[in-house]
């Protein structure tokens, strides 16, 4: 592979800066190379120029504190010439109607690198995509912008973010970084060089197309596993088997598997998202992968599920929705590692549910922001007043606070009868049921 002179002296620019530009971007900072970071959004530049983060991941704003400023940069417009290398961070959301990948960020900001490209540069699209996005939408845009041809004038590959949210910052310098190039070696050789200054293994795949796929199918295969430990949820529910218990039993000692716990939904902007990307490919290339949407349909349908079971308990402890009040435990999209992150929380169609139904609902979340959950109608309280006040309790998230709490105590203080739902199963159902008054149901263990 040939050799790039002075990796380490390559000045590098992220375009967007979320859940995965900030990270990647204070980062490659601490790995001591000059960054410069732009965002689309006012409001994401203004919080970054004082100095915060718009979001919580452990250990971004030490990291920020360290770079911002001085490492690491944050401009309103990126100048010609002061960059070498670009990575394309952009949001790929779906439409939340037609269920279909809007690919219009990432145009724009291809557009925007187009517009400042030189000779020898390397862009790095790194936001998830459909397969045959980077040839056909982010190359032409970068040509056309810029009047260089790729391969020749400028560098291309695809290197997909797997990390997960809340341990950022851990497996940007942990996880394999798989990358695909466009045409000759001396692309993969300079990504390669560059991706090996932050994580020790790079795996080259054969093509940009291979690099993009492989982020969809990854993100497709966890959300299948989930959907198969819903799906044996659900079942084991109406035969009256207790499915938390039966995973633990058949995966004890048995490595040829491992059946995920079932949970009350399957949450975050990839995992909802990243299926519908590969059904568009589906589409695109001529084979649908049914799974995938299978496994979607049975995911979405579990806050449905949840809001029904307490609708249920409610009706056996005599008690009419329409006067009752849910406290709801949870509200990021998962507890897991910990994010303050709530889009596409599976808690978001949970509370509308309740409230369709007539209930009061209030709640609480250790991480996720006390404004962005009064955004839902919901009143937030702290576990002991949201205890004490509540008709039903509800545990959407298996965050490792709900794990410690002292359950019995809290049950005890709610005014009975009452309903908990152990989304997560995070207690023993023979433990709750020594409380008087509890009606207690669970995902796959009533
Ligand atoms: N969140 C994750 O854990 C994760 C993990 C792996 C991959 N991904 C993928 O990475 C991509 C980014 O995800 P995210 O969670 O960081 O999204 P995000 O919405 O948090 O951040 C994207 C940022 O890009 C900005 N932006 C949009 N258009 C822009 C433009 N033209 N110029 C500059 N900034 C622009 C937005 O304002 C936003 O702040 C997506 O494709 C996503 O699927 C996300």
Redesign the pocket.
């Known amino acids: 592979m040939p050799e790039i002179a002075d990796i380490q002296q390559k000045r590098i620019a992220v ?7 900030l990270p990647l971007g204070a980062t490659l900072a601490d790995i001591g190379f000059r960054v410069t970071g ?4 006012d409001a ?1 530049r203004a919080s970054l120029k004082k100095g915060k983060s718009h979001f919580e991941e452990q250990g971004l704003q030490m990291l920020l504190d360290r770079h911002l400023g001085k490492g690491f940069v944050v401009v309103d417009a990126l100048q010609k010439g002061e960059h070498d290398v670009y990575f394309i ?4 959301p779906v439409d939340p109607k037609s269920r279909r990948p809007i690919m219009d ?1 990432v145009k ?2 291809s557009e ?1 690198v187009g517009k400042i490209l030189k000779k020898g540069d390397l862009v790095i699209m ?4 459909p397969v045959s996005t980077t040839r056909e939408i982010v190359l032409p845009s970068l040509e056309k912008e810029s009047g260089l041809t790729a391969g020749k004038d400028f560098h291309l590959v695809f290197a ?6 809340g341990r ?1 910052l851990q497996e940007l310098r942990e996880l394999p970084q798989i990358i695909g190039g466009l045409t000759n070696e001396t692309d993969l050789s300079y990504a390669t060089q560059l991706f090996k200054k932050m994580t020790p293994i790079v795996v080259d795949v054969d093509s940009i197309e291979s690099a993009e796929m492989a ?1 969809i199918i990854d993100n497709s295969y966890r959300d299948l596993t989930f959907a198969y430990a819903n799906q044996m949820a659900r079942l084991c529910e109406c035969i009256g088997i207790d499915m938390v218990k039966l995973a633990t039993a058949v995966n004890f000692g048995y490595k040829r598997n491992h059946v995920p716990a079932p949970s009350p939904g399957v949450g ?3 995992l909802t ?2 299926p519908f990307i590969l059904l568009q490919v589906g589409e695109k290339f001529g084979y649908e992968p049914k799974l995938a949407r299978i496994a979607r349909e049975i995911n979405e349908s579990m806050p449905g599920h949840v809001v029904e079971k307490v609708a249920k308990l409610l009706q056996e402890a005599g008690k009419d929705p329409k006067k009752n009040s849910v406290f709801v435990l949870g509200f990021a999209f998962k507890g897991k590692p910990e994010t303050s992150d709530m889009r596409d929380s599976p808690t978001i169609p949970v509370v509308q549910g309740l409230q369709k139904l007539g209930c009061t609902v209030t709640g609480f979340d250790p991480v996720a922001r006390k404004e962005q959950i009064e955004k839902l109608g919901v009143t937030v309280k702290g576990l002991e007043e949201g205890f004490r006040t509540a008709d039903a309790a509800v545990i959407m998230t298996n965050h490792p606070t709900f794990e410690r709490m002292d359950i019995v105590k809290l049950l005890s203080l709610m005014p009975k009868p009452a309903v908990f739902l152990d989304g997560w199963h995070l207690f023993d159902p023979k433990e709750i049921r020594t409380v008087s008054g509890i009606h207690y149901g669970g995902i796959g263990n009533d």
């Open positions: 375009i967007g800066l979320g859940f995965v530009g732009i965002d689309a959004s994401v961070a952009v949001g790929t960020y724009n900001a925007t790194r936001s998830t995509v997909p973010e797997r990390l997960v949210a950022a982020k975050g902007t990839c998202k990243d």
